[in-house]
């Protein structure tokens, strides 16, 4: 039996706002931890997040580079787990009517020495809230937190399970990542974590079109 590779890219790409999506402090990276969360990333009781007007503009203009519907009520929903990292014990993002639904990204690659061309259609694009970081390498047994992180805006792209190599894959990425930068919605510096990749990875037999 001859198996293939279905592969789905979740990418998180941090927006070039100023400030957070829903608040107005700084995301500026490499501070000092915790000198960059107000009452509002501290999930402080009685504080109400603002919505950051740039962040859904340049998820509009992405949405509008690829082809996609522009929704145009789009809901925010409450995505529930705790970790140390998360104050609020919830993370703020999108479910139901994401700002970005479909489009697509065409993208060229090297394939048994010939160039290929495909396309990969995308699910969706969805605005949501970074997390803060854990800190493990200063302390002996214990974790810090630096909650400079918390809110910083993001969008996360999901493609669907269209991709069928690694080599596919990486020129995907590549190409999406080049299209952020293009844009302005991104800076596309990968070392401070401005654009990030999740991979779902499954197999089936060649010819199967069930997952």
Not at 16 to 26: D, H, Q, V
């Amino acid at each position: 039996m001859q198996w293939e590779v279905v592969i789905g890219l979740e990418n998180h790409v941090q927006l070039t706002t100023n400030s957070k999506i829903f608040s107005g402090s700084s995301i500026r990276f490499g501070a000092e931890p915790n000198t960059q969360a107000s009452p509002v990333d501290l999930a402080l009781p009685g504080v109400l997040p603002v919505m950051n007007r740039g962040a859904v503009e340049r998820a509009i203009r992405f949405g509008l580079a690829v082809g996609a519907k522009i929704a145009p009520r789009s809901v925010f929903a409450r995505k529930n787990y705790f970790y140390p990292d998360l104050p609020k014990g919830y993370q703020i993002s999108q479910f139901e009517d994401p700002v970005v639904q479909g489009g697509c990204l065409t993208f060229a690659y090297e394939k048994d020495g010939k160039l290929e061309t495909k396309t990969v259609n995308l699910t969706r694009a969805h605005l949501e809230e970074d997390a803060g970081k854990s800190l493990h390498e200063d302390y002996h047994g214990m974790s810090g937190i630096d909650l400079n992180r918390a809110g910083t805006p993001l969008l996360e792209i999901v493609s669907e399970p269209e991709i069928r190599s690694a080599a596919e894959a990486v020129a995907y990425a590549k190409a999406l990542h080049g299209l952020v930068m293009w844009l302005g919605v991104c800076d596309g510096n990968m070392q401070e974590g401005s654009f990030r990749c999740d991979v779902n990875v499954s197999v089936r037999p060649v010819g199967q079109k069930e997952f």
